[in-house]
Antibody, heavy 121, light 107 residues
Framework: QVQLQQSGPGLVKPSQTLSLTCAISGDSVSSNSAAWNWIRQSPSRGLEWLGRTYYRSKWYNDYALSVKSRITINPDTSKNQFSLQLNSVTPDDTAVYYC???????????WGQGTMVTVSS | EIVMTQSPATLSVSPGERATLSCRASQSVNTNLAWYQQKPGQAPRLLIYGASTRATGIPARFSGSGSGTEFTLTISSLQSEDFAVYYCQQYNNWPPAFGQGTKLEIK
């Protein structure tokens, strides 16, 4: 079955870059029917969709307006994974970050295990 | 952006009883509405999409209804494993947006 395995540091200093990776098993990051998302969850913001990457003959990205100037989501076809980079973080970016798949509909049927990321000096 | 509002924030129900959770959208989302269940320390799990279609492997005691701006998730006979937080999510308009959740607790 499809599984997503997240990795990355749990502590990031203010103004630095948050970097997480989501490794895919049982599906392909280059699938023509799936998209690969990052979602975060915090007490103040609730569940917040951040963005996604997907392949439809070429690569596309969608980003939430709230983070559009700071976010990059990249696929890595050689390792069948995708990554999140969020620049210039502040304590407000402290959250549990999830990777997730959507197929066709913009609903999320497979999720990673979540990574608690704290932004603190 | 569409704002999703769930009520109540907390619902206390006894095992074996029926639970009814509500979700309201700030504008019509047609039937492009999903429900998720989240247990402590776990990722959300997709329960319902298209307002009323159960996702793969979801028991029949979970049902969804509604269209436009008003939606309901009903759990017909609560089992111990159903006590969790439930979220609705609209996907009719970009960006996808979640409600703030309803915590279903044991009475």
């Amino acid at each position: 079955q499809v599984q997503l395995q997240q990795s990355g540091p749990g502590l990031v200093k203010p103004s630095q870059t948050l970097s997480l990776t989501c490794a895919i098993s049982g599906d392909s990051v280059s699938s023509n029917s799936a998209a690969w998302n990052w979602i975060r969850q915090s007490p103040s913001r609730g569940l917040e969709w951040l963005g996604r990457t997907y392949y439809r003959s070429k690569w596309y990205n969608d980003y939430a307006l709230s983070v559009k100037s700071r976010i990059t989501i990249n696929p890595d076809t050689s390792k069948n994974q995708f990554s999140l980079q969020l620049n210039s973080v502040t304590p407000d970016d402290t959250a549990v970050y999830y990777c997730a798949r959507n197929m066709g509909l913009f609903t999320f049927d497979i999720w990673g295990q979540g990574t608690m990321v704290t932004v603190s000096s | 952006e569409i704002v999703m509002t769930q009520s109540p924030a907390t619902l206390s129900v006894s095992p074996g009883e029926r639970a009814t959770l509500s979700c309201r959208a700030s504008q019509s989302v047609n039937t492009n509405l999903a429900w998720y269940q989240q247990k402590p320390g776990q990722a959300p799990r997709l329960l319902i999409y298209g307002a009323s279609t159960r996702a793969t492997g979801i028991p029949a005691r979970f049902s969804g209804s509604g269209s436009g701006t008003e939606f309901t998730l009903t759990i017909s006979s609560l089992q111990s494993e159903d006590f969790a937080v439930y979220y609705c999510q609209q996907y009719n308009n970009w960006p996808p947006a979640f409600g703030q959740g309803t915590k279903l607790e044991i009475k």
